[in-house]
């Protein structure tokens, strides 16, 4: 056989004639932009990135500490409460943005976060409340500035008891969070199931960082890297992460969260602003309620549960337009042409 006849390897070719020979299209991959893995993508994010501090708040003559996640150091106190579940850092893309014009307050209620209490499954409405109220007063005393309470779901309905109580001085406002009376009482007794049907155990933060995006309880992801951590603890004896609040113990105090809710909100002696996730059923209460203008009602689509979460820019938005709309101060109500006596001229 005459090797004269055989076609040139590849390898002998010089870099000429590697360069004049056709290409195939289909002899090469077009250049694609790197993709980042799991890891990468659902990795945590620190609060620090969006809030200014953290602090522990002890409760006298109580083994009860409550931690509290603040930013900004002008205007009114925007106090948050997160829902049942989530934790303080719930707030936090929305307090990167409300903190340049008002200070946030994000605390972890009992039994979620950080917090540390002598009973961590008691989420009987009045011990939440009871344990607002005493943070409250231990970080701000007997006259604390201009606040407005708002609150997610569960913290939804802590901020309308607490609201309604009428024992907090300088309330300015209250925002609930994608919470109504009839609805959450409706889904009560689905509640179980849906607790039982979550992925409980996670081999990671970051499995658990993307269950809770893909599963679509979270839909912003960077978000959900901020928040998921801190509603987790690490299982020695199961070398896996579960859920650090057990909400499957709390199956008892459901019922007071939300039953008279509404007739609460109503009461509260306060500009309000309901803000709500889809076409929620409003019962014959709140419609009256709007009817006669008693709060402002905004429904903001493209959005799951956690709406401050899901769509902070937007959140936060609403919480600053209700806050210049309502003319809340640092002080409270502030009416223009009407100087307060501290201001009062010599």
Not at 53 to 68: G, L, Q, Y
Not at 199 to 223: C, P, T, Y
Not at 250 to 260: A, H, K, V
Not at 330 to 338: F, K, S
Request: aromatic residues 6%; proline residues 5%; contains cysteine.
């Amino acid at each position: 056989m005459d090797s004269s006849n055989l076609t040139t390897l590849l390898e002998d070719e010089t870099p000429e004639q590697q360069t004049q020979r056709p290409v195939s299209a289909f002899a090469s991959k077009p250049d694609r932009p790197p993709t980042q893995n799991s890891l990468q993508k659902y990795s945590p994010l620190v609060w620090s990135g969006y809030f200014d501090r953290e602090d522990d708040i002890s409760i006298p003559e109580t083994d009860n500490v409550f931690h509290v996640y603040i930013a900004g150091t002008e205007g009114p106190v925007v106090f948050c409460l997160h829902g049942g579940g989530y934790s303080g850092l719930s707030f936090a893309l929305a307090a990167s943005k409300i903190k340049e014009k008002a200070r946030v307050v994000a605390m972890d209620l009992r039994g979620h976060g950080k917090s540390v209490t002598e009973n961590d499954v008691d989420l009987s409405i009045e011990t939440m409340c009871n344990d607002v109220l005493a943070v409250m007063k231990a970080m701000y005393g007997d006259s604390p500035p201009a606040t407005v309470l708002v609150g997610h779901s569960m913290g939804g309905s802590v901020a309308v008891h607490v609201a309604a109580k009428r024992l907090l001085p300088n309330l300015a406002g209250l925002v609930v969070v994608d919470v109504v009376e009839g609805t959450a009482m409706a889904s009560l007794i689905h509640m179980q199931k849906i607790l039982s049907s979550r992925m409980q155990h996670f081999s990671s933060v970051e499995k658990a960082i993307e269950w809770s995006v893909k599963g679509g309880s979270l839909r912003n992801v960077d978000s959900a890297r901020v928040s998921v951590p801190s509603t987790l603890k690490y299982d020695d004896a199961k070398k896996c992460y579960t859920y650090r609040a057990c909400l499957e113990e709390t199956e008892q105090y459901w019922r007071g969260w939300y039953e008279g809710l509404s007739d609460k909100y109503l009461s509260c002696p306060v500009p309000k602003l309901l803000m709500l996730a889809g076409t929620d059923r409003l019962d014959r209460a709140l419609t009256i309620g709007q009817m006669q203008g008693k709060f402002q009602m905004v429904l903001v689509r493209h959005t799951g549960h956690a709406i401050q979460e899901d769509v902070p820019e937007e959140f936060s938005n609403l919480i600053l337009n209700f806050i210049s709309r309502n003319r809340i101060g640092p002080h409270g109500i502030e009416i223009p042409g009407l100087r307060r006596p501290s201001q009062s001229l010599p």
